[in-house]
């Protein structure tokens, strides 16, 4: 029996840390636990861009290990980047264990469509580490988002045939 870990760093509120890790025992079956890091990742920021970097920060996230830890996912509350590309919403390790989502640019003033905005990245970059790459079907919550329209097109679910390849994995861990 594993967790998936739920970890913030900068302005992320609890009460969205706390129904995003309802989302994801929700959607993974797993059991999230919310934990605390205290850390510093400025080296991961970049002050020509005002950004922070995506996989210097995957980078440190796999320094930390937790007990029966099956995935750690970071919400951040600031901006990512990744080389050659403006922004990014996530990223992830494919197959490995550390993904982080930015909700910098998620944010909505109505708050209901912010949060399902957050839960979509999350189960993203999550569905990734699990190994599933993009998917073609615009509505699975594995299809590239390159927009924020993208983005709320989406459902926060897997298609039927990502969820077959994510429940094959998942059955090592339940
Ligand atoms: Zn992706
Ligand atoms: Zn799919």
């Keep these: ?5 739920l970890v913030s760093f900068g302005d992320v509120e609890d009460r969205l840390l706390l129904a995003d890790a309802g ?15 205290k850390a510093d990742i400025s080296v991961a920021y970049n002050p020509e861009r005002g950004q922070y970097h995506a996989g210097s920060i995957l980078k440190y996230l796999s320094g930390i290990v ?17 080389e050659g590309l403006n922004f990014v919403f996530g990223e992830a390790q494919y197959g490995g264990k550390y993904a ?7 944010r909505h ?14 189960n993203h970059e ?14 699975c919550v594995m299809s590239f988002s390159n927009s924020i329209y993208e ?14 390849k994510l429940d094959y994995v998942l059955s090592y861990y339940r």
Excluded at 23 to 37: C, H, P, S
Excluded at 71 to 79: C, K, Q, T
Excluded at 126 to 139: A, I, N, Q, S, V
């Design 151 to 164: 983005v709320d097109r989406k459902s926060r679910d897997f298609c039927p045939k990502c969820r077959r």
């Design 100 to 106: 982080v989502v930015s909700t910098y640019r998620l």
């Design 66 to 82: 937790y007990p029966n830890m099956v995935r750690l996912i970071a919400l951040v509350g600031f901006d990512l980047y990744e």
């Design 126 to 139: 999550l569905g990734h580490t699990f190994g599933l790459k993009h998917c073609e079907d615009p509505y």
């Design 1 to 5: 029996m594993g967790y998936i870990y």
């Design 23 to 37: 989302n994801i025992k929700e959607i993974f079956e797993l059991e999230v636990r919310v934990a605390t890091v």
């Design 109 to 122: 003033p109505d708050e209901k469509v912010f949060f399902e905005r957050t839960f979509k990245e999350t």
